[in-house]
């Protein structure tokens, strides 16, 4: 029997957060791969970021605004 001071918890398993941060870590890494085959093979080779990209950068973020509030794992 329950009185007014029980308090009843369930916890979730953690495996459903961390399968989402391992599919996350999985499609970074086959990307990362992905963009190291393309500079490698590449007949330009790799290019060099440069002040014009970051001021084409900076043009394409003016005005945008981050929302910061943390979502929690996996969001």
């Known amino acids: 029997m329950l009185d007014d001071n029980t308090l009843l ?3 979730e398993p953690p495996q459903q957060q961390q399968s989402e941060v391992e599919d ?3 499609m970074l890494g086959l ?7 393309q500079a490698l093979t590449s007949d ?3 290019v060099l970021y440069n002040e014009a990209m ?3 950068d900076d043009d394409l973020l003016a ?8 979502e929690g794992p996996g969001a």
């Open 44 to 46: 330009q080779g790799p």
């Open 9 to 11: 918890l369930r916890l």
């Open 31 to 37: 990307f990362l791969d992905f963009l190291s085959r």
């Open 63 to 70: 005005g945008v605004v981050l929302d910061t509030a943390e």
């Open 24 to 26: 996350d870590s999985l």
């Open 54 to 56: 970051a001021a084409e």
